[in-house]
């Protein structure tokens, strides 16, 4: 998880001067959409129809802050939260304190044995970024984003594994387990897994972490081996009942220990359940663009899908394990980072490829497949120029690949309101013009379990947060001005 939205927030704590990895992380600059044949998009308003400057909807008429959608008690959790992930002289104890909530075996400190601990962590970061313990509070936060005019969410169960450093490589000697503690584990994950897809709604997203399923899987993914006969069952059922209910999955990624199965995998179900008579597809693979391997790879899986004809499922992400991965292994600036992400990003959306996402080498091999995306995303420019490139494609007649945008839940809610007002206004437009206007599908990512089980999914968010600085700053920001406003300030 990212840091429990820790990087958003205002404060009166004193900010300490950025990590020393900060300034190979700076801010993503006001910089035109690069197209894949090497032209631009600008999002001047000349181009737009938008100031750059301004919420993404644009209202011609003055509209309440985007924020203003959000309850005055989550801008006031989301505003203390952000302030205390901020702020580094409280940020590294928080962190310590729920990594060893997250590890340990003490009944004491597991949550889901302490009413006490339960309670405060409940009432604080679990509301932040979490969608409740029973199908009943889960059914609840749904409907309350839905009515806020999100189009879906992205539900994941909360069961994961984190892998220490170099862990992966001692997994065949820790898989001494007897049979039944495997089908134990794979049972436990699978039940939670088709629960989750029951309770999602036609076209949501269900997240699916393969490291839940245990012990039997780290290893398998590790060695970069195929699912045996109990994994593959699983998944399986799991796959088929979301095909059933037009549920769409999302493999995640994982840590690079595993990273590579994970791939191997995917890549597997998609050509299974993502054939092209189906609108949609069905499995979606996650692309991490601050990886440097990231643009052969995805030019490999289209080629795939193009030769055997099926739907790519694209998640593309930016990536979330900064922290545990090796480095050398990222591209060496955030500015590189944005750079391989907004031209995969255009590439897939024009389906065309381009400077950063080239063809494979081969007949037939330039020519782009059916694609699908799930653009996820906290970064507003990246935001904007999709948008940008979307209605540009819409206004000139062009084709246009299904495509959704995401933000983690109790993370970027200034980013995903925007969506949501430029989203009504579109509606509103839609249905006073014979124009065609862009309709943006916002969804919010959000995980269910028990308190205890979400424990590993807040450290994770804190953790993909440690570095994000500056967009935690513009948050806090927004934040704070909403906050002002309501309380008359």
């Known amino acids: 998880m990212k840091p429990l939205s820790l990087s958003r927030s205002h404060t009166r704590f004193t900010i300490s001067p950025p990590s020393p990895l900060l300034p190979q992380y700076r801010r993503l600059h006001d910089s035109p959409f690069r197209r894949a044949d090497g032209s631009t998009v600008s999002t001047h308003p000349s181009a737009v129809g938008a100031n750059p400057s301004t919420p993404l909807s644009a209202p011609s008429t003055p509209k309440p802050p985007p924020l203003s959608l959000l309850p005055l008690s989550t801008v006031i959790r989301s505003y203390l939260i952000t302030s205390l992930s901020s702020s580094p002289l409280l940020l590294s104890p928080s962190l310590r304190i729920l990594s060893t909530l997250a590890h340990s075996n003490s009944p004491f400190l597991n949550p889901d044995s302490n009413p006490l601990l339960r309670w405060v962590l409940k009432k604080t970061f679990y509301a932040q970024f979490c969608a409740g313990e029973t199908r009943e509070e889960v059914r609840r936060t749904m409907r309350g984003l839905k009515v806020m005019g999100y189009k ?32 134990a584990e794979i049972e436990i994950w699978k039940k939670g897994t088709l629960e989750t897809v029951e309770m999602a709604g036609k076209w949501d997203f269900v997240a699916l972490k393969f490291t839940g399923a245990g012990n039997r899987a780290l290893h398998l993914l590790s060695q970069k081996l195929p699912p045996d006969a109990a994994l593959e069952e699983a998944i399986v059922e799991i796959c088929d009942l979301a095909r059933a209910r037009d549920v769409r999955l999302l493999f995640d990624a994982e840590q690079q220990a595993v990273q590579g199965g994970i791939d191997a995998w995917t890549l597997d179900f998609q050509k299974r359940y993502n054939g092209t008579p189906s609108v949609k597809a069905v499995v979606y693979g996650t692309y991490q663009a601050y990886l440097r391997s990231t643009p052969a790879m995805l030019a490999r899986d289209l080629a795939a899908a193009n030769a055997e004809r099926f739907v790519l499922g694209v998640k593309l992400v930016r990536g979330a394990y900064l922290g545990s991965d090796p480095r050398h292994l990222f591209w060496s600036t955030k500015e590189e980072t944005d750079r391989v992400y907004d031209g995969i990003a255009e590439s897939l959306m024009r389906k065309k490829y381009g400077n950063v996402l080239v063809a494979l080498h081969g007949e037939g091999n330039d020519e782009f497949p059916d694609v699908n995306l799930v653009l996820a995303s906290h ?38 309101c925007e969506l949501l007002q430029a989203s009504k206004n579109a509606q509103e437009l839609e249905g006073n013009s014979a124009d065609k206007v862009d309709v943006p599908e916002a969804y919010k990512y959000l995980v269910w379990g028990t308190v205890g089980e979400c424990v590993k999914y807040l450290l994770r968010r804190a953790e993909e947060n440690r570095d994000a600085v500056v967009r935690t700053e513009e948050g806090r920001a927004a934040l704070r001005t909403e906050l002002v406003r309501r309380l008359g300030l």
Do not use: W
Not at 159 to 164: A, D, G, N, P, T
Not at 167 to 175: D, F, T
Not at 380 to 406: C, F, H, P, S
């Open 152 to 183: 879906g969410v992205v539900l994941g169960y909360a069961r994961e594994v984190v892998i220490e450093h170099d862990e992966a490589k001692r997994r065949p000697e820790k898989v001494a387990m007897n049979k039944g503690d495997i089908s």
């Open 379 to 416: 970064n507003q420019e990246t935001v904007k120029k999709a948008m940008a490139v979307r209605r540009e494609q819409l206004e000139n007649g062009e084709g246009r690949i299904d495509m959704v945008y995401g933000q983690l839940m109790g993370m970027a809610d200034e980013v995903s």
